[in-house]
C-alpha cells in the first residue's frame, strides 16, 4: 500500500540551526501539507502546497519557514534558526484530491 | 479560524463497557475525519464522511456525522484494550486545509 514517507524519523539540534525534513509523498497526489504536534497537544496546521506553490499557510508559518518540492518527488520543510519552542513531531501528509489526507510517520525534531 | 472542539479530551473506560465521543466545529464543512495516534506514531485515518448523516462503521467503532448540528461522533462498543489510543476529529475548509480537534486520549482497562 502506498505511503506517505518522511526523513529522518528523528532530527536533534542546537538552538539557532538550520534544519530540513524530508517528506516523499504518494506518487501521483497532488495536494502536500505540514503540520506540527507540539507533545501532548493537537495537531497543528502549517501550510499547505499544490501546483508546485504554496496555496495556504497558517500564522505558525513565519518567515522561519520555508517548503520547497525540489525535484518533483520529495517534498521539504526548512526551518531557519530553530528555537526551542519548534521542538515538536512534524507531519507530512498528501491527497490525491484535497481531502483524505495521508500521514507520514513523522519527524520527532528536537532543539537542544 | 475554523475551531474543532472534542469532548471528552481524556476518557478512561472499562473493557466491554460503551462510549461516545463527541466532535463540534464551527463553520460550515462537508468533510469530517476521525483519525488514531498511538503514542509516539502518525495518524491513521479511520472515517471519512462526506454528507449530512453519514454514519460508517469499521469494526467496534461507529462514526456518525450531522453537519446542521456541526457534530460529529464516534461511537466505541464493547470496548477493548487495543482501541487504546488518542481520537482526533478533523475539517477541512474550502481550501482543503484540515482543522484538528483537541484530541480525546482514550485508555481501555482490562
Known amino acids: 500500500e502506498p505511503e506517505v514517507t518522511q526523513t529522518p524519523s528523528h532530527q536533534v539540534t542546537q538552538m539557532g540551526q538550520e534544519v530540513i525534513l524530508r517528506c516523499v509523498p504518494i506518487?501521483?497526489?497532488?495536494?502536500f501539507y505540514w503540520y506540527r504536534q507540539i507533545l501532548g497537544q493537537k495537531v497543528e496546521f502549517l501550510v499547505s502546497?499544490?501546483?508546485?506553490?504554496?496555496?495556504?499557510k497558517s500564522e505558525i508559518f513565519d518567515d522561519q519557514f520555508s517548503v520547497e518540492r525540489p525535484d518533483g518527488s520529495n517534498f521539504t520543510l526548512k526551518i531557519r534558526s530553530t528555537k526551542l519552542e519548534d521542538s515538536a513531531m512534524y507531519f507530512c501528509a498528501s491527497s490525491s484530491q484535497g481531502w483524505q489526507a495521508f500521514f507520514g510517520q513523522g519527524t520527532r525534531l528536537t532543539v537542544v | 479560524e475554523l475551531k474543532v472542539e472534542q469532548n471528552p479530551l481524556f476518557l478512561s473506560m472499562q473493557e466491554g463497557k460503551n462510549y461516545t465521543i463527541y466532535c463540534n466545529y464551527s463553520t460550515t464543512s462537508d468533510r469530517l475525519y476521525w483519525y488514531r495516534q498511538d503514542p509516539g506514531k502518525s495518524l491513521e485515518s479511520l472515517f471519512v464522511l462526506l454528507s449530512n448523516g453519514a454514519v460508517k462503521q469499521e469494526g467496534r467503532l461507529m462514526a456518525s456525522l450531522d453537519t446542521k448540528a456541526r457534530l460529529s461522533t464516534l461511537h466505541i462498543t464493547a470496548a477493548v484494550h487495543d482501541l487504546s489510543a488518542t481520537y482526533f476529529c478533523a475539517v477541512t475548509n474550502t481550501g482543503n486545509q484540515f482543522y484538528f480537534g483537541t484530541g480525546t486520549s482514550l485508555t481501555v482497562i482490562p
Open positions: 506518487s501521483n497526489h497532488l495536494y
Open positions: 502546497f499544490y501546483n508546485n506553490e504554496i496555496s495556504e
